[in-house]
Antibody, heavy 121, light 111 residues
Framework: QVQLQQPGAELVRPGASVKLSCKASGYTFTSYWMNWVKQRPEQGLEWIGRIDPYDSETHYNQKFKDKAILTVDKSSSTAYMQLSSLTSEDSAVYYC??????????????WGQGTLVTVSA | DIVLTQSPASLAVSLGQRATISCRASESVDSYGNSFIHWYQQKPGQPPKLLIYRASNLESGIPARFSGSGSRTDFTLTINPVEADDVATYYCQQSNEDPWTFGGGTKLEIK
């Protein structure tokens, strides 16, 4: 079965960077877009971007273009998202979510459990 | 960006009754004869779960009590009959155009 494993939590200092991981299993990693979604406490969902694990082609929400960098390691079937220059506005749960296909009109078929990022001194 | 406006923001429905949630898009989300609106259910402390894709297609394993309809800019998620396990927040999402966007969510409670 498809599984997306994410660490439960990260505590980071303001101004620092953090690299979040999402280890995929149960399917061919390079055959589906991997997405990242942000959810602030008691708030809605924001799509950050997606990456094609086959060739690392990326598409970003312009809002996050200077904040997030998406990468993959095909050898370990792991997707990563690096967040930089962290502020309190970046404190949120970050989900990885696999698309159902490689078309650009796809949807989020599977979700990780999310990583809670807390930015605090 | 395509803005998705959900209404109501919250609703309380009696067990066994119908719940209807609306999602209105700021522009058409139709392409290639399909409507690229999808619906998710999120319970506290859990990730969202796909219910409906392409406006009206029920995801595998989702009860037939859930249904979706609509086209172009106006879409509806219906739950009929509502069960206690349906208490959650529901989101619509569009993938017709980058950036993919979500509605603000509708919180369903039992009356």
């Amino acid at each position: 079965q498809v599984q997306l494993q994410q660490p439960g939590a990260e505590l980071v200092r303001p101004g620092a960077s953090v690299k979040l991981s999402c280890k995929a299993s149960g399917y061919t990693f390079t055959s589906y877009w991997m997405n990242w979604v942000k959810q602030r406490p008691e708030q809605g969902l924001e799509w950050i971007g997606r990456i094609d694990p086959y060739d690392s082609e990326t598409h970003y929400n312009q809002k996050f273009k200077d904040k997030a960098i998406l990468t993959v390691d095909k050898s370990s079937s792991t997707a990563y998202m690096q967040l930089s220059s962290l502020t309190s506005e970046d404190s949120a749960v970050y989900y990885c979510a696999r698309s159902n296909s490689m078309i650009t009109t796809s949807w989020f078929a599977y979700w990780g459990q999310g990583t809670l990022v807390t930015v605090s001194a | 960006d395509i803005v998705l406006t959900q209404s109501p923001a919250s609703l309380a429905v009696s067990l066994g009754q119908r719940a209807t949630i609306s999602c209105r898009a700021s522009e058409s989300v139709d392409s290639y004869g399909n409507s690229f609106i999808h619906w998710y259910q999120q319970k506290p402390g859990q990730p969202p779960k796909l219910l409906i894709y392409r406006a009206s297609n029920l995801e595998s394993g989702i009860p037939a009590r859930f249904s979706g309809s609509g086209s172009r800019t106006d879409f509806t998620l219906t739950i009929n009959p509502v069960e206690a396990d349906d208490v959650a927040t529901y989101y619509c999402q569009q993938s017709n155009e980058d950036p993919w966007t979500f509605g603000g969510g509708t919180k369903l409670e039992i009356k």
